[in-house]
């Protein structure tokens, strides 16, 4: 990394920005894992690290590729990435959502508090639960 | 000193992660939590492997990479239909 | 279920580059970290891949276990080959010295053949492994 070529300099000043960058979403992201309240924002708080602060880190280790078969698969570890995690995101959403995880954010439409309208649904002895719900 | 960084905020992230996987509260977020660990451990092999001058351990973190996703998609699978192959009721048509 | 459609068009997607990347790491074995078991697990895990998101019946058309079964046996039969090869040369079991002309292409024939042997076994091993798990009613 020491030599002093314009082309080095310029290579070492991109790979630092674009490894702050990705460090600081990893660390943002890792603490929102560790303190937001409910689980869908968590999750908001993983995806950003699996996309975001993955991308930047990868890009900055292909700035340091020796030879085109590493950039390569590079390449495709970033590709593979950017594929599966918002897929195993959204299935994970998906799977919390029909099991009856219940957002703590209000609902948009409304501006009711779900955990409000689903005690009260309970109460009135609603038969299905979300976890029935949901697939037929 | 530039991998150092990147490995170190990879570890840190990784510590939460794995507090978070073991403090819950729901299975959900454990799942979460160990998604996130694995995708932090593929990146943190690609660091090692160019901190090293041992590209050849890309493979490895592909493969983990892989493994990590589908791993995932079989826990979660399974939380939700207590099952990994038939679907639930036995329809012919399968699953997840 | 025909409500995970993200999960069908991603799996559909990845599927060639998980088998191609199988392919990469069983005969570039020998280059790098990798070889027969390694490329086996990476291509079984296709397979599993496309059993957890369209169902063990149609991953069972795609790869009956019949064909699994003899592919299980068509590895431990090539590998043994190989050496009962070596044996009908008039060398020992195993030697890949004398399965070409001169030593160093022998051995490397014998290293590719002994590794896709490994490679046959091990992934119909761990594809009937996971449809056995995965077959049990509750």
């Known amino acids: 990394m020491g030599e002093l070529s314009p082309l080095g300099l310029l290579r070492d000043g991109l ?3 674009l490894v702050l960058g990705g460090s600081g979403f990893m660390l943002v992201g890792g603490l929102g894992v560790l303190r937001m309240p409910d689980f869908y924002t968590r999750q908001h708080a993983a995806g950003i690290t699996d996309t975001s602060a993955a991308a930047l880190i990868l890009f900055a280790l292909l700035l340091f590729a020796p030879d085109f078969l590493v950039a390569a698969k590079l390449v495709l570890i970033l590709m593979f990435l950017l594929l599966t995690s918002p897929t195993a995101s959204h299935a994970l959403a998906q799977a919390a959502v029909a099991s009856g995880v219940v957002p703590l954010a209000d609902d948009w439409r409304t501006g009711e508090n779900r955990e409000a309208g689903r005690e009260s649904a309970k109460d009135a002895g609603a038969g299905s639960g979300p976890a029935s719900g949901e697939r037929q | 000193m530039l991998f150092a960084v990147a490995s ?7 510590l939460f992660a794995l507090i978070r996987a073991l403090a819950g509260p729901s299975v959900f977020d454990r799942i979460l939590a160990v998604n996130m660990f694995g995708t932090k451990t593929v990146l943190l092999i690609a660091i090692a492997g160019f901190f090293m001058g041992r590209p050849e351990f890309l493979d490895i973190a592909l493969a983990y990479a892989l493994i990590n996703f589908i791993g995932t998609i079989a826990v979660m699978k399974f939380f939700r239909y207590r099952t990994l192959g038939l679907p639930r009721g036995g329809e012919d048509l399968g699953d997840l | ?8 068009v991603i799996t559909k997607l990845l599927m060639p580059f998980i088998f191609l990347f199988a392919l990469y790491v069983q005969f ?42 003899v592919q299980l046996a068509l590895g431990v039969l090539l590998y043994a080959g190989v050496g009962v090869v070596g044996i009908m040369s008039g060398a020992e079991y ?3 010295d004398v399965l070409a002309e001169d030593a160093h292409s022998g051995q490397h024939l014998g290293i590719l053949l002994v590794e896709l042997g490994v490679g046959l076994t091990v992934s119909a091993a761990m594809t009937l492994i996971f449809f056995l798990f995965a077959g049990q009613e509750q």
């Open chain 3, 94 to 96: 195993l030697n890949y």
């Open chain 3, 28 to 69: 570039h074995g020998d280059y790098g970290p990798g070889g027969g078991f390694q490329a086996g697990v990476i291509f079984a895990t296709g397979l599993i891949l496309y059993a957890l998101i369209f169902g063990l019946r149609s991953a069972k058309k795609v790869t009956p276990p019949r064909v699994l079964r």
């Open chain 1, 15 to 17: 790979a630092w920005v």
């Open chain 3, 1 to 8: 279920m025909h409500d995970h459609i993200i999960l069908r």
């Open chain 2, 8 to 14: 170190l905020a990879v570890a840190v992230s990784m």
